[in-house]
């Protein structure tokens, strides 16, 4: 059992709009920090979106799904998990990111999450845009390629833009192939929709093996029967889930840079979390949450809520 320290403040001995926000209110405990090495999942902020090509605002999402996040209680709805009497679970802070160097905020990032891993620590990550899954990637998968369930409306499999430029956020996982970071028989994309520059990204994942499940197929399907399929592809080996807010339709989840219309509802958002359970989860992130295009906050806030979702399914590894 977890001890008192790594317990989140109640909203019932502090009001949820008052004192210092961290994720789910629960203790900052640096890399530094003498109780470092005994926390089990760190929730960590990477305010970095130098992959973007289109609306920027990202780099400013962990601060604002901190401050959501204080309105996560401390018990699921509907499977009673109490994850925070189960595993130690901390704040550990932001990544300080190089906003003026793609390569070196990469090398930062891979860094800082060298040490989590090294304490034995499974990240739980708040982006920044996609390309942010990469660099903890090269950290989670150094000892071999993971399995990786991705929620998204986008591929962001492409090999390049703008004349051979290789890092975007809409590149992330076709150079985590190419690292050998991911197994691509093991993977499986979720959501995906919209207009298409062409067929590039689909081609590649085709010849090495991704499923993707395209938007059509989602609805069609019953969830559980299509989860089922997920669960089965990327087994009971380690796997990552990466949760691009954006797989969200824009009347929920306007606050993203590239939104896509005919998405799933916010319900659904956290339905597909759920049918995760068993899964031999390593590491996960939510990330391109943009502030600068999410007026009510309601963006930040269900993003909140798909982190306490991939929380309780972590905690049950």
């Avoid at 130690?88 to 802070?93: F, P, V």
């Avoid at 660099?135 to 071999?144: F, I, N, Q, Y």
């Amino acid at each position: 059992m977890p001890d008192s320290f790594f317990k989140p403040v109640s909203g019932f001995d502090l009001p949820r709009f008052a004192g210092v926000p961290t994720f789910m209110r629960l203790p900052n405990v640096p890399v530094d920090h003498p109780r470092f090495d005994d926390v089990d999942i760190g929730l960590i902020g990477v305010p970095w979106d130098s992959g973007t090509t289109n609306r920027p605002g990202p780099r400013h999402g962990p601060r604002q799904v901190r401050d959501a996040s204080t309105m996560i209680r401390a018990q699921h709805p509907v499977f009673g998990t109490r994850p925070f009497e189960i595993k130690n679970i901390a704040d550990l802070g932001d990544v300080g990111p190089n906003p003026a160097d793609i390569h070196d905020s990469m090398d930062r990032i891979t860094k800082f999450y060298d040490t989590v891993i090294a304490a034995g620590i499974k990240p739980l990550t708040v982006g920044g845009d996609h390309l942010v899954s990469l660099p903890v990637l090269r950290a989670v998968a150094k000892k071999g390629p993971v399995g990786m369930v991705h929620f998204d409306s986008h591929t962001d499999l492409f090999n390049s833009y703008f004349n051979g430029t290789k890092y975007t956020h809409g590149t992330p996982f076709r150079r985590a192939v190419e690292e050998n970071l991911l197994d691509p028989k093991r993977v499986v994309q979720i959501g995906i929709r919209g207009t298409q520059y062409d067929s590039e990204d689909v081609d590649f994942a085709m010849s090495v093996g991704i499923r993707i499940i395209r938007i059509e197929e989602f609805f069609k399907r019953d969830l559980s029967d299509l989860m089922q399929e997920v669960r089965e592809i990327v087994g009971d080996q380690e796997t990552y889930v990466s949760y691009d807010i954006d797989f969200v339709d824009p009347t929920f989840a306007p606050g993203t840079g590239t939104p896509e219309v005919g998405g799933p509802n916010s319900f659904q958002a956290l339905q597909v979390v759920r049918e995760l359970k068993g899964l031999n989860i390593v590491g996960s992130d939510m990330v391109e949450v943009s502030p600068p295009f999410d007026a009510t906050g309601n963006t930040a806030f269900l993003g909140a809520s798909i982190m306490f979702e991939l929380l309780c399914q972590m905690v049950n590894n």
